[in-house]
């Protein structure tokens, strides 16, 4: 038998637009692990398991120096209420598809361009040079962005962002990648 385990810390806490992106695949995983959005700023960390991967773990088996730490516990529950009051998940899929097409629309026929990708608001513009010096120049800009594997910008915006902020985020990206 074998375990099917999901990381979730990056993917996870409604990042895609699904609570955890393995929901979009429709797959059912024995253990997840989830850590940094469940704390907002807090840290936090949580293995979940079902089934027969939850009856491996027994009481006073597994210790940690911050395991149940109040604070971490009170942030995460004060998430997850946030969450649902301000319905995130949908929220998070929404502003995702929004800004997909904004950003396949302004960079439609851009040469410098070979994929736009995303699921929910965990984003990537892959462009066909490296462009490792965008971000020094986003953050002059007041953008703060990765560049993964030399290619890739990698954008995680704010679970919150409304759509003035997504066509800020769009127009001044699209003016650095443009000016490559």
Avoid at 45 to 54: D, E, L, Q, W
Avoid at 62 to 91: K, M, Q, W, Y
Wanted: net charge negative; hydrophobic share 40%.
């Amino acid at each position: 038998d074998w375990l099917l385990i999901i990381d979730e810390v990056q993917s996870g806490n409604a990042r895609t637009g699904q609570y955890f992106c393995y929901q979009h695949s429709g797959i059912l995983p024995d253990l997840v692990t989830t850590a940094k959005g469940l704390g907002n700023g807090v840290p936090i960390g949580v293995c979940m398991a079902r089934g027969a991967a939850a009856h491996l773990f027994k009481p006073g088996n597994h210790g940690s120096t911050f395991g149940g730490n109040p604070l971490s516990c009170a942030a995460a529950n004060a998430v997850l209420d946030e969450f649902e009051r301000l319905n995130i998940i949908d929220h998070a899929a929404q502003m995702g598809d929004y800004l997909l097409q904004q950003f396949r629309a302004r960079l439609a026929g851009e040469n410098a361009v070979k994929d736009i990708r995303g699921k929910g608001l965990m984003l990537g513009i892959e462009l066909n040079a490296p462009c490792t010096e965008l971000v020094q120049r986003a953050f002059e800009r007041h953008l703060l962005i990765n560049v993964t594997a030399d290619t890739v910008i990698r954008m995680l915006p704010p679970l919150i962002i409304n759509q003035e902020e997504a066509d800020q985020l769009c127009e001044t990206l699209c003016d650095l990648i443009r000016g490559l």
